[in-house]
């Protein structure tokens, strides 16, 4: 059974610059949750997308946005970016309020 | 900052069992997980605990809840140089979110 799959792996943007991340789920899971996880921070949680619903966001600025597609797959777009946007960003996936497995992240440098 | 404590550091020789800690703050809290970061690696997920249960035990690890504490931890035994990492305490709140601890940095000596 294939894991979560994060795309890219690694991104280099520029400030001012939007990026998409993209986040397969494993098969049959229907939650996808994203987490950034910066030195400073820790993990903090970033939104969580059910059955194509935002089911609950945490506190970031409106630039962080995501959505969830019909076939679980789900994309996280950060507009305006920051050089604080840097950070590895995670993706999970959760068939129930259970067990949440992680992607391997996308690293996003802002320069 | 965190909801959820852990020590940053904790070192142990070969052979011998480590026990990390964490402390949590929602009682109402359903679920509490211990993942495993390596470098430049996404999370591991290891092991996980219900709310209900005080204790749960896989292998070499050992979870143990204490819910009037509000206290968690986990035994890795007859630790092994390959489980050096950052391992991560987390609960699941009612909202579905998962809050984490700072990671503790386990090291392993031979």
């Known amino acids: 059974k294939a894991g979560v799959t994060q795309t890219p792996r690694y991104l280099i943007k520029t400030r001012g610059q939007q990026v998409t991340l993209s986040c397969s789920p494993i098969s049959g899971h229907r939650s996808v949750s994203w987490y950034q996880q910066t030195p400073g921070q820790g993990l903090q949680f970033l939104f969580e997308?059910?059955?194509?619903?935002?089911?609950n966001k945490g506190n970031f600025p409106g630039r962080f946005s995501g959505r969830q597609f019909s076939n679980s797959r789900s994309e996280m777009n950060v507009s305006t970016l920051e050089l604080g946007d840097s950070a590895l960003y995670l993706c999970?996936?959760?068939?129930?309020?259970?067990?949440?497995?992680f992607g391997q992240g996308t690293r996003l440098t802002v320069v | 900052g965190e909801d959820v404590e852990q020590s940053l550091f904790l070192s142990v020789r070969e052979g011998d069992s480590s026990v990390i800690n964490c402390t949590y703050t929602?009682?109402?809290?359903?679920?509490l997980y211990w993942y495993k970061q390596e470098p430049g690696a996404g999370l591991q997920l290891l092991t996980y605990i219900f709310s209900n249960m005080d204790m749960k035990q896989d292998q070499r690890l050992t979870v143990l809840l204490n819910k009037k504490d509000k206290h968690l931890s986990l035994r890795i035994a007859d630790t092994q140089t390959g489980d050096s990492a950052i391992y991560f305490c987390a609960e699941r709140g009612n909202n579905n979110d998962m809050r984490f601890g700072a990671g503790t940095r386990l090291t392993v000596k031979p």
């Open positions: 997308y059910f059955s194509e619903t935002q089911r």
């Open positions: 929602d009682s109402s809290s359903t679920y």
């Open positions: 999970a996936s959760s068939r129930l309020n259970t067990e949440a497995f």
